[in-house]
Nanobody, 115 residues
Framework: QVQLAESGGGLVQAGGSLRLSCAAS????????MGWYRQAAGNQRELVAR???????NYADSVKGRFTISRGNAKNTVYLQMNSLKPEDTAAYYC?????????WGQGTQVTVSS
C-alpha cells in the first residue's frame, strides 16, 4: 500500500504564491515519478508538473515559468512552488506517485485564486 499526504492549498489573491507539499509513505520502493495534476470544476484532470526518479521535470505550458516542482532529500516528498498565481489556476490539486507502472493518488488539496 502507498499513502500520499498533501498539504499547502488555500485561498490566495491573484499574483500571490502557494507551496504544495506531498509525502509518500508505505511500499514506495523504486519511485519512477511524482507530480501534480489539477482538476477545475467541469474540466478534465490535467497534468501540472512531474519529476522523474532521475530528476527530469515536465510542466504544462500554462504554468511554465511560474510553477516549480522539486523533491525533498529523501526523494519521497515532492513540492510544487506556485508563483504569480492566476484565477485560472483555481482547482483541486492532486499529488501522484508512479511506482513500477502503477499510479497512486492523494486526496487532493484545493487552491483558490481570487481576482
Amino acid at each position: 500500500q502507498v499513502q500520499l499526504a498533501e498539504s499547502g492549498g488555500g485561498l490566495v489573491q491573484a499574483g500571490g504564491s502557494l507551496r504544495l507539499s506531498c509525502a509518500a509513505s508505505g511500499s514506495i520502493f523504486d519511485i519512477n515519478a511524482m507530480g501534480w495534476y489539477r482538476q477545475a470544476a467541469g474540466n478534465q484532470r490535467e497534468l501540472v508538473a512531474r519529476i522523474t526518479g532521475g530528476g527530469s521535470t515536465n510542466y504544462a505550458d500554462s504554468v511554465k515559468g511560474r510553477f516549480t516542482i522539486s523533491r525533498g532529500n529523501a526523494k519521497n516528498t515532492v513540492y510544487l512552488q506556485m508563483n504569480s498565481l492566476k484565477p485560472e489556476d483555481t482547482a483541486a490539486y492532486y499529488c501522484y506517485v508512479l511506482i513500477l507502472g502503477r499510479q497512486y493518488w492523494g486526496q487532493g488539496t484545493q487552491v483558490t485564486v481570487s481576482s
